[in-house]
C-alpha cells in the first residue's frame, strides 16, 4: 500500500538579515497506513515546523510532500484546505477550541464548511465524548471545563473528519504527567480503533516508546533514534 503520507527532501530556510536559518535540511519520511510514528528533538530543532509542512499548514522552501504518492500543491490554497478537512486531523498542545461553542459543537467544527451535519455526525459527536469520559460535559462550554477536559474535546475533534492521518504536535505537554498518560492511552486507542495513521511530536519519551517506529531531528535531519538514517522508509 502506498504510504498515507510523505516527505521528500523537505527543507525550510528562513531569510534573516544576518544570514538564512536553515530549521530542516533535506528531510525524508514515509507515513504507512495505521503507522505510529514519534519525531523527537531538543527545543528548537524543528520538529514543529515538519509537522506544520506535513499538514499543508506551512510550505516547504524545498521538497515535497506526497499523500498516498501525489503531491500537495501548496500554491493551491482552497485545494490545500480541502485536502485537511478531508484527510488530516490535527491535535495541538493548545486545545484551540472555539470559546462560545460547548464541547458538543466543538466536535462538529471540522465538518462545518464541508457538508450539511447530519444526525450521523451528531451521534458521533456524542460517542466521542463518551469515550473521552465527557458525556456529562457535552454542553459545557472550554472555559467551564479542566485543562485535560478541553484536551479530551481536542483530540476527539482530530477524529471527527474520519482523517487517514492525525498529527499531534506536543499534545500533553500543558498537562501533569498521570493526566497526560490518560490521555496518550485514550489517543492511541482511537488511533488503533479508527485505522488512523498517527505522527506525534513530542519531549515524552514514554509517549514516544509508544509509536511503532522513533524518529529523531537533528541538525535538521531525521534519524531513527539511537541509529543511522535506515528506518525513514
Request: include cysteine.
Given at each position: 500500500?502506498k504510504?498515507?503520507?510523505?516527505?521528500q527532501?523537505?527543507?525550510k530556510?528562513?531569510?534573516?538579515s544576518?544570514?538564512?536559518?536553515?530549521v530542516?535540511?533535506?528531510?525524508?519520511?514515509?507515513?504507512?497506513?495505521?503507522?505510529?510514528?514519534?519525531?523527537?528533538?531538543?527545543?528548537?530543532?524543528?520538529?514543529?515546523t515538519?509537522l506544520?509542512?506535513?499538514?499543508?499548514?506551512?510550505?516547504?522552501?524545498s521538497?515535497?510532500?506526497?499523500h498516498?504518492g501525489?503531491p500537495?500543491?501548496?500554491a493551491?490554497h482552497?485545494a490545500?484546505t480541502?485536502?485537511?478537512?478531508?484527510?488530516?486531523?490535527?491535535v495541538f498542545q493548545f486545545?484551540?477550541?472555539?470559546?462560545d461553542?460547548t464541547?458538543f459543537?466543538?466536535l462538529l467544527?471540522?465538518?462545518?464548511?464541508?457538508r450539511?451535519?447530519t444526525a450521523?455526525?451528531?451521534?458521533?459527536?456524542m460517542?466521542f465524548?463518551?469515550?473521552?469520559?465527557?458525556a456529562?460535559?457535552?454542553?459545557?462550554?472550554p472555559g467551564?471545563?479542566s485543562g485535560?477536559?478541553?484536551?479530551?474535546?481536542?483530540?476527539?475533534?482530530?477524529?471527527?473528519?474520519?482523517?487517514?492521518?492525525?498529527?499531534?504536535d506536543?499534545?500533553?505537554?500543558?498537562?501533569?504527567?498521570?493526566?497526560g498518560?490518560?490521555?496518550g492511552d485514550?489517543?492511541?486507542?482511537?488511533r488503533?480503533?479508527?485505522g488512523?495513521a498517527?505522527?506525534?511530536?513530542t519531549?515524552?519519551s514514554?509517549?514516544a516508546?509508544r509509536?511503532?517506529r522513533?524518529?529523531h531531528l537533528?541538525g535538521?535531519r531525521?534519524?531513527v533514534?539511537?541509529?543511522?538514517?535506515?528506518?525513514?522508509r
Amino acid at each position: 500500500m502506498k504510504p498515507v503520507l510523505g516527505a521528500q527532501g523537505v527543507a525550510k530556510i528562513f531569510p534573516r538579515s544576518d544570514g538564512d536559518l536553515t530549521v530542516l535540511a533535506a528531510c525524508d519520511l514515509l507515513v504507512g497506513p495505521q503507522e505510529a510514528v514519534a519525531i523527537t528533538g531538543a527545543s528548537g530543532s524543528g520538529k514543529s515546523t515538519l509537522l506544520n509542512i506535513l499538514g499543508g499548514l506551512d510550505a516547504p522552501t524545498s521538497g515535497s510532500v506526497t499523500h498516498e504518492g501525489w503531491p500537495l500543491d501548496f500554491a493551491d490554497h482552497a485545494a490545500l484546505t480541502r485536502w485537511r478537512s478531508e484527510v488530516v486531523g490535527f491535535v495541538f498542545q493548545f486545545h484551540f477550541l472555539l470559546p462560545d461553542f460547548t464541547a458538543f459543537e466543538n466536535l462538529l467544527i471540522p465538518l462545518r464548511g464541508r457538508r450539511r451535519i447530519t444526525a450521523a455526525d451528531r451521534t458521533l459527536a456524542m460517542e466521542f465524548l463518551e469515550r473521552m469520559g465527557l458525556a456529562d460535559r457535552a454542553d459545557h462550554l472550554p472555559g467551564e471545563m479542566s485543562g485535560g477536559e478541553q484536551q479530551r474535546v481536542a483530540v476527539a475533534r482530530a477524529f471527527m473528519n474520519r482523517p487517514r492521518v492525525v498529527l499531534a504536535d506536543e499534545p500533553f505537554g500543558n498537562l501533569d504527567k498521570e493526566i497526560g498518560a490518560r490521555l496518550g492511552d485514550l489517543l492511541f486507542e482511537m488511533r488503533r480503533d479508527h485505522g488512523t495513521a498517527l505522527v506525534i511530536v513530542t519531549h515524552d519519551s514514554a509517549l514516544a516508546g509508544r509509536a511503532d517506529r522513533r524518529l529523531h531531528l537533528h541538525g535538521g535531519r531525521l534519524a531513527v533514534a539511537g541509529g543511522g538514517e535506515e528506518g525513514l522508509r
